[in-house]
């Protein structure tokens, strides 16, 4: 009959603390790191291997090492369970904790319902995607059409956990919504009034749009063409890097200003304000 040693007891901890650190989200480097520091103080000789679909864990020196392969289903970033994780992996490396207490801690851990509900965290979703917006100084509309992908997107990630077989569609499907969120925004919004148009060229040119001979056909650029009126401040009408003229400069609902920019900016905020006598 086979007996229990005391690394065969370190091993199936290793085993069980690695399983619990690449659940919770730690990073292969960081994962591996951590195992390494706990053989050590357990005087355990193991190597550590991580993937995001698996954990090798191997213990032992020469002919008689034996490693383990665990398959590991990453169950999402837990901050809390991560910091606690953390918390107890420090005392154990430290001798403070045994593995025994370690592993009924890994236990409870992993048994622990999360600290905030889902109705706090599906709203979260929306909050974090609406401030995003504001950050990057999106309108009132950005922001809540930004908000409402994230609700969206906060529903799925909620599907996504009962139904393994469905997380895996759960970044293509976010990002797909997301992507055809603006499209459709951008095609239902209205006409912007005016565009003010600061030196720039071929990144206007409309003929990246609507020229499938121009050099620049394909191009992703900015729709100045579309607002109901174009001011355009340049020195001159001279062709940009792809040496084509700007259809843009060209347009009925384009206003051009021939000048230094600077200047031309400060009449315009001038006159806005009632000052000089300006029209």
Same mark, same amino acid.
């Given at each position: ?10 091993? !199936? ?13 730690? /990073? ?5 790191? /951590?195992l390494?520091?706990? =053989?050590? &103080? ?9 993937t995001? %679909? ?7 020196? +020469? !002919? ?7 398959? !590991? ?7 809390g369970?991560? =910091?606690?994780?953390? +918390? ?8 403070? %904790?045994?593995?025994a ?10 048994? *622990?319902? *999360?600290?905030?509900g ?35 997107t ?8 009962? *139904? ?10 976010? /990002?797909?919504f997301?992507?055809?969120t ?7 919004v ?8 600061? +030196?720039?060229?071929d ?17 992703p650029i ?15 009408k001279?062709?940009?890097? /792809? ?6 400069y ?6 051009? !200003? ?7 900016? &400060? ?8 000052e000089?006598?300006?029209?």
């Amino acid at each position: 009959m086979q007996t229990v040693t005391n690394q065969d007891s370190a091993a !199936v901890f290793l085993i069980q603390l690695g399983r619990a650190l690449h659940e919770a989200g730690f /990073a292969a480097p960081q994962l591996e790191a /951590a195992l390494a520091g706990v =053989a050590e &103080q357990l005087a355990v000789p193991a190597q550590f291997f991580s993937t995001p %679909t698996s954990l090798f864990i191997s213990c032992g020196a +020469g !002919v008689d090492q034996r490693t383990h392969l665990e398959r !590991v289903n990453p169950a999402g970033i837990d901050l809390g369970r991560l =910091a606690d994780l953390e +918390g107890m992996l420090d005392r154990v490396r430290d001798g403070r %904790t045994s593995p025994a207490a370690a592993s009924l801690e890994i236990a409870t851990l992993a048994s *622990r319902p *999360r600290r905030y509900g889902r109705k706090l965290t599906y709203f979260s979703w929306g909050l974090a995607s609406a401030t995003s917006a504001v950050f990057l100084g999106g309108s009132l509309r950005e922001v809540a059409v930004a908000g409402f992908v994230g609700l969206v997107t906060g529903l799925a990630a909620f599907l996504a956990e009962r *139904r393994p077989a469905a997380e895996r569609l759960f970044v293509p499907f976010a /990002a797909a919504f997301a992507a055809f969120t603006a499209a459709v925004v951008a095609q239902a919004v209205p006409q912007v009034d005016v565009v003010l148009v600061i +030196g720039a060229n071929d990144v206007v040119n409309p003929a990246a749009r609507t020229d499938e001979k121009s050099p620049i056909y394909g191009m992703p650029i900015i729709d100045a063409d579309k607002a109901r009126t174009c001011l355009a401040i340049k020195r001159s009408k001279n062709p940009g890097f /792809a040496g084509i003229d700007n259809q843009l400069y060209f347009m009925d609902n384009t206003l051009m !200003v021939f000048g230094d920019a600077k200047q031309v900016v &400060q009449g315009i905020l001038s006159a806005l304000k009632g000052e000089g006598g300006g029209h």
